[in-house]
């Protein structure tokens, strides 16, 4: 590893392979915090390149749990790379269970938050949920109520590895980057949340290499999500847009509309409002517009109003609740 940041440190990058073997011996466990942590910090300082980021990517999937039998399901999954420094409640994770009340199969995977209070572990925690890996389970969660949450250091020893590492340093690092593409069932289907624009350029390149129906969200002022709050790109297969909140009906809300809390006690009682349909117009219209990105991934020849309506009445019809209170059943 000195050798290794010594060329990192004179500003060389890393080939495919490299990346590749580097991210293998960490979770192998051939490397210290100490030299987990300097590795991580060279690309707080400076842009991961497109072949460091895929021989990550590569070392994750080869290292990853084998549930290849939940493919069959072709399930939907929406994350955030993380990052955004926003302290949001837990958008995608609640859009997770509104696509899931609308009737269609998701594969969450998810982490506790490293630079927020409560990542989508953390919420799930707090209701008592207990991880798994056993794909029996997940299968009968997809089969039952149309979701399977996966903690993803369950299903990838390097993730689990690096995991305090990333809770000691608390700062955006290149798993967040990571996270996203490397959801051990390898969905065909995906919406994926940056925080930046050139983030978005690079998933852009990754997937048009694959053959995923993905959608890329960023909200300009920085969110890794549709937040309402301004203008947003999304990305897809067949074309790029940026829209106003006002072009798909919404008002828009301020910084503290979205805030999660202090603790992860206080993101679940916001997660439970939307689930209950108590939360404020704000809370709901997020969800419901991070939702309804997903719903059109699947269908997309479906209308983003069509899609949006679906979604807000798998809440106002009480589904949403429903499908929660179901999941926690066979969960906990």
Do not use: W
Not at 10 to 27: D, F, G, P, S, V
């Amino acid at each position: 590893m000195k050798q290794i940041l010594n060329r990192l440190f004179e500003h060389q990058y890393l080939n495919r392979c490299e990346a590749k073997e580097i991210l293998t011996n960490m979770a192998d466990g051939k490397y210290n915090d100490s030299e987990i942590a300097a590795f991580i910090s060279v690309f707080l300082m400076r842009s991961i390149s497109v072949d460091e980021f895929l021989g990550f990517s590569d070392a994750l999937l080869d290292l990853r749990a084998n549930v290849d039998a939940l493919a069959i399901y072709n399930p939907i999954d929406i994350v955030g790379t993380g990052g955004d420094n926003k302290n949001t409640f837990n958008i995608s994770t609640l859009a997770c269970f509104v696509v899931a009340a609308s009737g269609y199969k998701v594969a969450k995977h998810g982490n506790y938050g490293a630079t927020s209070v409560s990542g989508a572990s953390n919420v799930m925690e707090q209701h008592g949920v207990k991880f798994t890996s056993d794909v029996s389970k997940l299968e009968e969660s997809l089969d039952k109520v149309n979701i399977a949450y996966m903690h993803a250091p369950l299903f990838n020893n390097a993730l689990k590895v690096v995991a305090p590492v990333r809770k000691a340093l608390g700062v955006r690092t290149f798993f967040n980057m990571l996270g996203p593409v490397v959801n051990p069932i390898r969905p065909k289907r995906t919406v994926l949340g940056v925080f930046n624009l050139k983030m978005a350029r690079l998933y852009f390149y990754m997937y048009q290499q694959t053959d995923v129906d993905y959608s890329i969200v960023h909200s300009l002022d920085g969110y890794d999500e549709i937040s309402l709050t301004g203008d947003f790109k999304i990305i897809n297969k067949f074309e790029e847009n940026i829209f106003t909140p006002e072009q798909i009906g919404f008002e828009r809300c301020n910084e503290t509309d979205l805030y999660g809390g202090e603790t992860p006690e206080d993101a679940a009682k916001i997660f439970d409002n939307v689930v209950n349909n108590t939360a404020t117009a704000a809370q709901k219209n997020a969800v419901i517009a991070n939702a309804a990105v997903a719903i059109q991934t699947i269908n997309p020849q479906q209308s983003f109003a069509d899609a949006m309506a679906e979604a807000r009445e798998s809440i106002d019809s009480g589904r949403l609740k429903e499908t929660f209170s179901k999941f926690l059943e066979l969960n906990t």
